[in-house]
């Protein structure tokens, strides 16, 4: 396995907001929701699924918002950084300050056509005609991953607080040790959360990490597809259907020697 960063730090959807609407029994539709997007980077609006209490009824209403990947905590002095906390590893999620609090109260789950990552060879390096190549993985069914999630809610201490504009809301995508259909990409993946555990996973009400712990899922090495795409997907500003097209067997290997 080549030395890889401890990141996933892109991923593809596909699907307009209404589809979201419907699969995930969303109760409350927010505006600023991206389109559909072949390459989501971190400090991109990403859609995202949650729930809040309603404060003056106690109506637990379920949502679809656009939420900034890339976590920056609430007690944080300054919203800079967040492109730093993309992702939040399950070892630690539940201890860690940057996180515990958010994944105590504040889960969310970040849905995902697939994600992409990138293969080092051994040997490549700096001054090497070995380059890096992009793979998309992705359920091999077809379905989407809905990635667990954290969120915080931020506030500009130098904004009034009544003003929208004074309040950031960003998150993170929790990831575990990747199994077999992603591992030979890259050693970690995103941790998902099954149909039948959503409900919980997304109640306010359930506050024990320990309890939250359990609820995350890893994706089944069988349940994994993976093929190589363009190296186009390496730069934010290429952003459209073609970068999830599998590259032809002769153009994968022209990228590894």
């Known amino acids: 396995m080549a030395n890889l960063s401890d990141m996933c730090g892109r991923y593809a959807l596909a699907a307009d907001p209404e589809e979201l609407v419907e699969e995930y029994d969303i109760d409350d539709l927010f505006a600023g929701l991206p389109g559909p997007d072949y390459n989501v980077a971190p400090t991109a609006a990403v859609a995202a699924v949650f729930e809040r209490t309603v404060k003056d009824t106690g109506e637990v209403r379920r949502r679809l918002a656009p939420l900034v990947w890339g976590l920056v905590p609430s007690w944080s002095k300054q919203a800079g950084g967040g492109a730093r906390m993309i992702n939040a590893r399950v070892e630690s999620v539940a201890e860690k300050p940057a996180f515990r609090r958010a994944f105590s109260l504040r889960r969310c789950i970040l849905p995902a056509d697939g994600f992409y990552e990138w293969y080092q060879p051994e040997g490549a390096g700096p001054g090497t005609k070995v ?5 998309f993985i992705h359920r091999g069914d077809g379905g989407r991953l809905a990635m667990a999630g954290i969120y915080e809610i931020w506030r500009d201490p130098t904004k009034d607080r009544e003003d929208d504009a004074a309040w950031l809301r960003t998150c993170s995508v929790i990831t575990t040790q990747a199994t077999d259909a992603a591992g030979h990409v ?5 941790m998902v959360i099954r149909r039948e555990a959503i409900d919980r996973w997304l109640d306010p009400a ?11 899922s890893v994706t089944e090495a069988e349940q994994l597809a993976a093929y190589a795409v363009s190296t186009a997907v390496g730069n934010v500003k290429n952003n459209d259907a ?3 097209e599998p ?4 153009d994968e290997q022209d990228t590894l020697i």
């Open 131 to 135: 380059k890096k190549q992009p793979f």
């Open 186 to 190: 890259h050693d970690r993946m995103p």
């Open 206 to 216: 359930v506050t024990d990490p320990a309890a939250a712990l359990e609820l995350l």
């Open 242 to 244: 073609s970068l999830l």
């Open 247 to 250: 590259l032809a067997p002769d």
